[in-house]
């Protein structure tokens, strides 16, 4: 809620009186002061229809907020009728407009060193945050859940109205498939000490970027739980509401210069599940304020869902198979694959010397299946191979192995590990002519031994792959890499 003097992007003098909504509460602006009441409403996720109840949350909000603006808090005072009848409500220093976040980015000013320092001042609070078995608790998969779940129920009766019933649908399976196969994820979140009593309603519109610091208000009061947070969830909130400012390279900017502060390693999938997680909030309590006031809200809920939807899809979890015949470029194909889409790349090459104990770059050159490329060890080099991904993808790493994959057993395997793992699978058969791949056979160096006859014998006894896409690397390597990367995230509308 503003605590400035007009909307986020007005322009010119505030004026020295103005009230301000939500669908919780009301700000009044007088002179240099910010008052805020609480509104006698029950919404479900909070309840302030109780005097006691609005009196106890104000003075909470004030002991919170004082933690990252001790000087913006004054104290909690009254609205006094005159029959005695008191009203709490919050009493802060009224910022300037002109120094809000979101009114920066809106007026196109570079806001790289501000983010930075709002950047340096979250991880600075979080590192200081309390944290303890009550608060760890609500970061694991199943409170997670929990809070998804209640929120996407409290968006339901909106399907149809305000709200797209495909893209919540959608929204609903992606949620659920991600928290399916991560627990290891969480449980690993838990042990980091990475869920802490945060900020949880961290907006553009709440900072401001005073000359000797930022001040963040307004952080979630009426609920213990749910501002025990994953820090990483709490800042991805603001991230959100940068990118819907249009400011996605600065909300890039915030989570990587916070999580160099914090130190704090993340996958990419988790990242996005949180801004998810945080555009579908918006989503639904854009629903709540439309059904309060009667206003037609549609265009602002439905741009929230689709962030999230898109989120979603971006964060999906993925185990992305790479083969095909030695010469066909598919350890090429499988590391441009993974740089461009940020996931993890494991390779069979390279496995198969480590279990033989060999330098990587030193020959293993052998007969067609015989050596190191025998049966045996092939078996051992495929069930280390997805063992490893397993890991990986259980933590929320997507993961592209390069491998033939010329059994179909093996990747047989690998579909029923991407099933116990909640995890999309996408199958990429690399192409190219035999004398083609023989004439790159004979250029390369590294790591595989395979010669021109080794990859005859290979394409005459592999099994046949229906499942796989074909990607034809004659092509040069961009569009291959196009090629692949749309398949493994197709873009797609609903």
Not at 216 to 245: P, Q, W
Request: charged letters at 25%.
């Amino acid at each position: 809620m503003s605590l400035s003097g007009g909307p986020a992007g007005s322009a010119g003098p505030s004026p020295w009186c103005q009230v301000l909504e939500t669908h919780s509460g009301a700000v009044v602006l007088l002179g240099d002061r910010a008052y805020k009441v609480k509104k006698p409403v029950d919404l479900g996720f909070l309840d302030f229809r109780e005097l006691g109840a609005r009196r106890r949350v104000c003075e909470r909000e004030v002991a919170l907020n004082r933690r990252l603006a001790p000087d913006v808090y004054l104290g909690v005072g009254e609205l006094r009728d005159p029959d005695g009848t008191a009203e709490p409500v919050v009493v802060m220093r009224r910022m300037p407009d002109e120094l809000r976040l979101s009114r920066l980015v809106r007026s196109g000013t570079d806001v790289t060193e501000v983010v930075r320092e709002v950047a340096r001042r979250v991880a600075a609070f979080h590192a200081a945050a309390p944290t303890c078995a009550a608060i760890a608790a609500q970061g694991t998969r199943d409170a997670l859940r929990r809070r998804w779940d209640a929120n996407l129920a409290q968006a339901a009766p909106f399907a149809d109205r305000l709200l797209d019933r495909g893209t919540l649908d959608e929204i609903a399976a992606l949620v659920h498939r991600f928290l399916d196969g991560r627990s290891a994820l969480f449980d690993d979140r838990i042990g980091r000490g990475a869920v802490v009593d945060g900020h949880g309603d961290l907006t553009p519109d709440d900072v401001f970027c005073l000359p000797d610091g930022p001040r963040l208000l307004d952080c979630l009061e009426f609920d213990d739980a749910l501002r025990y947070v994953d820090r990483l969830d709490d800042i991805a909130f603001l991230a959100m509401g940068l990118e819907d400012l249009g400011a996605a390279g600065a909300a890039r900017l915030l989570i990587e210069t916070w999580a160099e502060y914090v130190d704090d390693p993340a996958p990419a999938s988790l990242v996005h599940h949180f801004i998810a997680y945080r555009a579908f909030v918006r989503a639904k309590v854009g629903c709540l304020q439309g059904a309060q006031h009667r206003v037609a809200v549609r265009t602002g809920v439905g741009a929230y869902a689709d962030a999230a939807l898109a989120h979603l899809r971006a964060g999906a979890v993925t185990l992305v198979l790479v083969g095909g015949a030695p010469g066909t470029g598919k350890s090429t194909l499988a590391g441009a694959v993974a740089d461009r889409l940020g996931m993890s790349v494991l390779g069979s090459d390279r496995i198969r010397k480590e279990l033989a104990g060999m330098d990587p770059e030193s020959s293993a050159a052998a007969r067609f299946g015989a050596g190191i490329y025998d049966a045996e060890h092939s078996r051992a080099v495929y069930a280390v191979l997805l063992r490893r991904a397993g890991l990986l993808l259980g933590r929320g790493e997507s993961v592209v192995v390069d491998a033939t994959w010329g059994g179909a057993e093996e990747r047989h395997r690998a579909r029923e590990l991407a099933r116990a793992l909640s995890t999309d699978v996408v199958e990429l058969r690399c192409e190219v002519d035999a004398d083609t791949a023989a004439a790159r056979i004979a250029r390369r160096r590294g790591v595989s031994d395979a010669d021109a006859e080794v990859a005859a014998r290979w394409r005459l006894s592999a099994a046949p792959w229906p499942a796989s896409h074909a990607v034809d690397t004659a092509r040069p390597i961009g569009e291959c890499v196009d090629a692949a990367c749309a398949l493994v995230r197709p873009a797609r509308g609903h």
